[in-house]
Nanobody, 126 residues
Framework: QVRLVESGGGLVQAGDSLRLSCTAS????????MGWFRQAPGREREFVAA????????QYADSVKGRFTISRDNAKNTVYLQMNSLKPEDTAVYYC???????????????????WGQGTQVTVSS
């Protein structure tokens, strides 16, 4: 069983920055592929960013490319999402996810993730 706890959400203005954190339980965090997703009201959950467990390769949704950065600190069992130049359309609940099976080095499909956090709200005002 893996428990994921997100933090760092809040209310900011357009153009501001936020850094989300997600801390995982478990002794083999370094072998988990990690990702961030978001869900806005009335919309489906969508992929935001992912980071591999093997070489720290990353992948981003086109809508956040160049503005968001995913990173991980295996010593702290934590994955981060640095969000810069925030826009009102970034408003959503942000979830981190863990793929512990190790079949993929980087995971972008929500159905391939095994564990999810409870989510943290990010609200960007115009």
């Amino acid at each position: 069983q893996v428990r994921l706890v997100e933090s760092g959400g809040g209310l900011v203005q357009a153009g501001d920055s936020l850094r989300l954190s997600c801390t995982a339980s478990g002794r083999t965090f370094s072998s988990y592929a990690m990702g961030w997703f978001r869900q806005a009201p009335g919309r489906e959950r969508e992929f935001v960013a992912a980071i591999s467990w093997s070489d720290f390769a990353t992948q981003y949704a086109d809508s956040v490319k160049g503005r968001f950065t995913i990173s991980r600190d295996n010593a702290k069992n934590t994955v981060y999402l640095q969000m810069n130049s925030l826009k009102p359309e970034d408003t959503a609940v942000y979830y981190c996810a863990a793929d512990i099976e190790g079949l993929h080095t980087i995971v972008v499909l929500s159905t391939d993730y095994d564990y999810w956090g409870q989510g943290t709200q990010v609200t960007v005002s115009s």
